[in-house]
């Protein structure tokens, strides 16, 4: 296998189905990405688009009714690559916390009621890793430190004691136990107050620097995209349409629902701009359209959308691609997008 | 602010709400008073716990208050023995609520015909079934949802969430509303169908001359659905700066409000990035039970001056054409008179 010590993970047309009494529920369609040392990238979409499934699906804890009908996913590490599809549960365990941890949506939600923040991470400690009981103490208290909390209040403190801002700062402690290459974040500020998404927001970017692991984080929230991720996916109905660097994806999308999406959310400061909603809803992804799945809501949309369902394909650059057979008509759109960037950028050479 | 004087269609005026029993009583709203002029929006925003929903369901008529008055159409809701006024009923159907959760706020067992027509027949604003259904097909129009045909027989499960957002608003309408409070009315609905749910809202406004009472903690949202209003900041159960929507988002004065819009990130990763912050001295939200004496924002303002911040109160004092700040530096600084 090829040395791919600077990219700790790599998915290869990944599909996620869910079987429903309904029908099969094609979740995740043909993904393929890779995570560099130090990167984030952040998965933006609607609810129901995929994200979650997808990474879930990473770290193999998918529910019962879920299945991985295709695809790889390798992780790396020097050059090595674990094939995580063919691990056995008990390799599995090793793998989870060890090489990925992910951080789930509702630190409400994420401990155990009933036990103390150490009995937590002593539990995580023991199924995954093999550090003694002190070391774990040892490391616990370092961690909650690093992410700035009174370790030692803390640690003995039942989840209820705590803030959510503070639950979130201890799972996210707990997920850099073991050091892992790779940190799956799922909707890591969504629940959170205004100041206490900011002090989120500024750890994440400061673990990131200092530690350099490799972020994926999923969001709904393009605000929070453009904050902490170097790149950005856009999926929609289960794939991902355009991913770029995150400047590509503000400035000049070349995606009709990358640009629906920025066109549908205003900032807060600055002037009022008109905002444009996307018609129509999601799709049903038991009875997909045909063709592009978003040709019922595009306004580019022509016959070959219709029939055709287009490849991610490069854009620009080698790090831009996008599936769509409209880019230039889109990208025509944008040139007001394009123009803020230059102004930004002009006043940062001066 | 009088909101007691005809100027305004619907107001309060030092609105106080304790919850809790006698022995741990705790102050959801301490002290709010505003007015909303006829077809004007107002924008309360805040952080979760802030008081704003408690708020809301006091204007819409859900909630006594434990003291203070509300006022619709010039006239105090509650009169002075804490029961319901003459004009109570008058006052409930002006006055609609607009829940966040649109997958609780719909009877499931229920169609959307059966939802809408229930309050149509009650209230005898139609005279038979075929009239409602007349009234019903008109409504759904009006919120967009079309072609009509394909949501009447609908339960509520077999809807999105902007499309039972919608059905909710519809709901409203029923009664020919002149007051909606919409609390967190899009925070559950997706980014792509929630500005069309935010300018159906706002043709209401246009057409029908709906006045609006808008709580959100997204700042976002609040700057486009008030743009032409007027944004109160809320904090601990206080309206802390009441300003217009263009002023408190580009000049704000409070301390508070200014660390809120210093931290809210935006979908524009420069402009983001390069935002200037505002250090708090503390992250901490003070806790109901257990409120900090003087001003409530004084153990984490960075403006805190100590002898007056803890010691005194700050009023929510005038500082211009319709402007109000609770802070005794900022009030101090934009020349207000105590």
Not at chain 1, 254 to 276: K, M, Q, S
Not at chain 2, 237 to 258: C, D, R
């Amino acid at each position: 296998m090829e040395n791919k010590a600077s990219t700790p993970l790599t998915v290869e047309d990944l599909w996620v189905e869910y079987q429903i009494e309904r029908g099969v529920v094609k979740a995740v369609r043909g993904v393929s990405f890779s995570l560099a040392r130090g990167e984030s990238l952040a998965l933006i979409g609607e609810s129901g688009c995929g994200k979650t499934t997808l990474g879930v699906a990473l770290i193999r804890l998918l529910v019962q009714a879920a299945r991985i009908s295709k695809g790889e996913i390798t992780y790396w590490r020097g050059n090595q690559g674990i094939d995580v599809l063919s691990l056995k549960e008990r390799e599995l365990r090793r793998f989870r916390w060890r090489e990925c941890a992910m951080v789930f949506q509702s630190a409400l939600n994420a401990f155990n009621p009933v036990l103390r923040i150490w009995d937590q991470i002593l539990d995580t400690a023991k199924a995954h890793g093999g550090m003694s009981k002190n070391q774990v103490r040892e490391r616990a208290l370092q961690l909650l430190e690093y992410v700035q909390l009174d370790p030692k209040r803390v640690i003995d403190a039942y989840p209820h004691e705590l803030s959510g801002g503070m639950r979130q700062r201890v799972l996210l402690a707990m997920s850099l136990l073991l050091d892992p290459q790779v940190l799956i974040l799922d909707e890591p500020t969504t629940a959170l107050d205004i100041l206490t998404q900011r002090t989120i927001i500024d750890l994440l970017r400061r673990l990131k620097k200092e530690i350099g692991f490799a972020m994926l984080f999923i969001s709904h929230d393009l605000a929070t995209a453009a904050e902490l991720a170097d790149r950005v996916a856009t999926m929609y109905a289960g794939s991902i349409v355009e991913v770029g660097p995150v400047e590509d994806i503000f400035y000049r999308p070349a995606h009709p629902y990358t640009l629906g999406l920025i066109r549908a959310v205003p900032t807060v400061t600055g002037d009022f701009e008109d905002l444009i909603s996307i018609p129509g809803a999601p799709p049903d992804l038991i009875d997909p359209p045909p063709g592009c799945k978003f040709h019922p809501r595009c306004p580019y949309a022509t016959e070959r959308c219709r029939v055709e369902e287009p490849k991610l394909e490069t854009h620009y650059s080698e790090t831009h691609s996008v599936a769509c057979f409209n880019v230039q008509r889109v990208q025509q759109d944008t040139l007001d997008l394009q123009e803020r960037y230059a102004k930004y950028a002009g006043g940062k050479a001066q | 602010m009088n909101a007691g004087s005809g100027e305004y269609l619907i107001g309060a005026r030092n609105l106080v709400r304790m919850f809790g029993s006698r022995r741990e009583r705790v102050t959801a709203v301490e002290d709010v008073s505003f007015g909303i002029r006829e077809g004007e929006v107002v924008c309360l925003v805040g952080e979760s716990g802030c008081g704003k929903t408690t708020t809301g369901k006091m204007i819409a008529g859900l909630l006594k208050p434990t003291t203070g008055q509300v006022f619709y159409a010039g006239k105090s809701v509650w009169n002075p023995r804490g029961d319901r006024g003459e004009d109570f009923k008058k006052f409930r159907l002006g006055v609609q609520i607009i829940h966040q959760d649109p997958y609780a706020s719909l009877n499931p067992s229920h169609t959307i015909y059966q939802i809408m027509s229930a309050p149509l027949l009650h209230h005898k604003l139609v005279a038979n079934t075929h009239e409602a259904l007349d009234r019903v097909i008109e409504l759904l129009t009006t919120v967009g949802l079309s072609p009509v045909e394909d949501f009447l027989y609908k339960y509520p499960h077999q809807l999105s969430g902007g499309q039972r957002q919608r059905v909710s608003v519809a709901r409203a309408l029923t009664v020919n509303p002149r007051v909606i409070v919409a609390d967190e009315a899009v925070s559950m609905v997706d980014v792509s169908i929630r500005v069309g749910l935010l300018n159906m809202m706002a043709d209401l406004k246009r057409n029908l001359g709906v006045t609006y009472l808008f709580i959100t903690h997204d700042l976002a949202v609040a700057k486009f659905f008030a743009w032409e209003g007027h944004i109160a900041v809320m904090y601990v159960g206080s309206i802390v700066e009441f300003a217009s929507t263009p002023q408190l988002i580009n000049n704000p004065l409070h301390p508070y409000s200014k660390a809120l819009l210093a931290a809210v990130p935006e979908a524009d990763p420069e402009l983001t990035r390069s935002k200037a912050r505002v250090e708090l001295r503390s992250q901490d939200i003070p806790s109901l039970l257990a409120l900090p004496s003087g001003c409530r924002f004084h153990p984490r303002c960075p403006y805190f001056e100590p002898g007056l911040c803890d010691v005194k109160r700050p009023e929510l004092l005038p500082i211009g054409e319709n402007r109000y700040v609770a802070c005794h530096v900022a009030a101090r600084e934009a020349g207000a008179v105590s």
